[in-house]
T-cell receptor
Framework: QKEVEQDPGPLSVPEGAIVSLNCTYS??????FMWYRQYSRKGPELLMY????GNKEDGRFTAQVDKSSKYISLFIRDSQPSDSATYLC?????????????FGGGTRLMVKP | DSGVTQTPKHLITATGQRVTLRCSPR?????VYWYQQSLDQGLQFLIH???????AKGNILERFSAQQFPDLHSELNLSSLELGDSALYFC????????????FGPGTRLTVL
């Protein structure tokens, strides 16, 4: 079983919809949580970075972390066709030396005009 | 544009050959990370260098090696290439070595024939 699980989708929504993307994880040592957006054949682009449990909002994006349930979410409000991409959750643990990100498999999102 | 540069963009080679992928981190970043992205394995951490020193290793094959030079650019060497090594290889950089946001480059697409 993978450390980080993510529904691969594809998730298809109409323009303007609220999108909910989720990841579950098994490693309780993870404390830093990120969401990346990746357009086809491009490098992942950092969207949100959160530490420990709680919510963080940035424009149309809201990230939620529930460490007790080992569950993180990304909400996209007023979704746009330009939001169509693959969304990757990533996590890392505090380490004395070295820092590696563990990624979910990604969810492909399609926003239809 | 994340500020991380990678060359070449595409590389096509034959089985058994050796290639070198190059990465220049963002200005001021001391850490460089290498990741491999394939369809079946997703985005996987390979290795982390901080200011010229290796800090962490992931599932990196013995045929693969990396180094970070005094000017902080990094190279990933892949030798005795196999068909299964065909993938996107991403470099990321961050300022420090600990839990820190990582910014990804555009990637190098390697095709082994």
């Amino acid at each position: 079983q993978k450390e980080v699980e993510q529904d691969p989708g594809p998730l298809s929504v109409p323009e303007g919809a609220i999108v909910s993307l989720n990841c579950t994880y098994s490693n309780s040592a993870f404390q830093y949580f990120m969401w990346y957006r990746q357009y086809s054949r491009k490098g992942p682009e950092l969207l949100m970075y959160t530490y420990s449990s709680g919510n963080k909002e940035d424009g149309r994006f809201t990230a939620q972390v529930d460490k007790s349930s080992k569950y993180i979410s990304l909400f996209i409000r007023d979704s746009q066709p330009s939001d169509s991409a693959t969304y990757l959750c990533a996590m890392s643990a505090v380490r004395n030396a070295g820092n590696m990100l563990t990624f979910g498999g990604g969810t492909r999102l399609m926003v239809k005009p | 544009d994340s500020g991380v540069t990678q060359t070449p963009k595409h590389l096509i080679t034959a089985t058994g050959q050796r290639v070198t992928l190059r990465c220049s981190p963002r200005s001021g970043d001391l850490s460089v990370y290498w990741y491999q992205q394939s369809l079946d394995q997703g985005l996987q951490f390979l290795i982390h260098y901080y200011n010229g020193e290796e800090r962490a290793k992931g599932n990196i094959l013995e045929r693969f090696s990396a180094q970070q030079f005094p000017d902080l650019h990094s190279e990933l060497n892949l030798s005795s290439l196999e068909l299964g090594d065909s993938a996107l290889y991403f470099c990321a950089s961050s300022v420090f070595s600990g839990a820190d946001t990582q910014y990804f480059g555009p990637g190098t697409r390697l095709t082994v024939l």
